[in-house]
């Protein structure tokens, strides 16, 4: 691990960030803005339930322990996102105090609700057994029409994700699964013409990554044409399988498997894993670039690979031949580079 490697260029143009980005690199938005796509992305719900902490988290390399110090975000904090080299979100987190969301719904609903390609409403999965959480599921429920409304007036073809969030404070499966689909059909009920897609979350798990991975897939990607060229290269490496993430985020990209995968999340658990691993090397100062890991029955190797994204190949094999692992590697990485900006650009 010895290269320079930062950061998630990130932009604020609001000042009342008030949140504590180590890595803020900043970009010139206006000259790189050009052939670039800009995606409005919203990010709402009452305040608390932990919209700047995700954010952080995904991506400003903030470790979740270190969301427990944020403040309440004054009105909109605006941040623009550098993605896969190419794309640029314009991420709107929507500081959710009352009087706050009182301007969003009324004097700035244009401004706020128009050209918004993505929705995040985020709400806290509590049990609404107690009369105070009764009141809080109201809240959001208004909330959330009040923004169905918004949205239908000024970007009907916005998509748009539900995080029923801090699944964690939930500590039976059976009751989160419960709560989950309880508040799935409230929010449903709510949605009038719009396609809802609704994710558990929490902070200290990987279900965090797998709802923001299709978050920004919904923005991104047609990469089928990326599949048909993993599968060549795991071919040509004896690879059982290869998976392509984002650079700065560790979102998963692509990935190509030669046997079926059992378990839904194995993606997003080793982006959760990795991206552990890379924030305990910045704070010892070192920038993580590379890895080998060699057991009994596999070998992975990770490497960083085109300009916007890490390789992860994992092998069967008990005694692979890593230098010509590293040089196939090497060797096809301008083809992918250019196949992925093609991809990304049409
Ligand atoms: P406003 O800016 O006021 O709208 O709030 P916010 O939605 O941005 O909430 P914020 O991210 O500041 O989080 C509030 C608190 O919730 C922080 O102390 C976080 O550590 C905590 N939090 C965020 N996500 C989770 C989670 O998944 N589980 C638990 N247990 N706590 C969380
Ligand atoms: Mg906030």
Redesign the pocket.
Known sequence: MNEEENNFNSINNNNNMNNNNNNNDNININSEQKNKKLSKILLM??????????RSIIFANQAPKD??V?G??SEVAETRLKFMGNLIFNLL?C???EQFMKQYFETKRESIFSKVGVLIF?VEAVKTEKKLEKQDNIEDLTYFENCINALNEFSPDAKIFVLI?????IKEQNKQKEIFEMKKKELESKSKNFEIKCFA????ESSLYKAWTEIVASLTHNLSSIQESLKNYAIACNAEEVILFEKNTFLLTCSYSNKKIQDEQRFEKISHIIKKFKLSCMTMSSNFKSMIIQTRNFTTYLDKFTKSTYIMVIISDKSPNLELLKLNTKLCRKKFEEKLEYSLNN
């Open positions: 719900g009452k305040c608390g339930v932990g919209k700047t902490s995700m969301t427990f944020l309440y975000t987190d500081g959710g105090q985020v969030h801090k699944m964690d404070l979350t929490s902070i200290w």
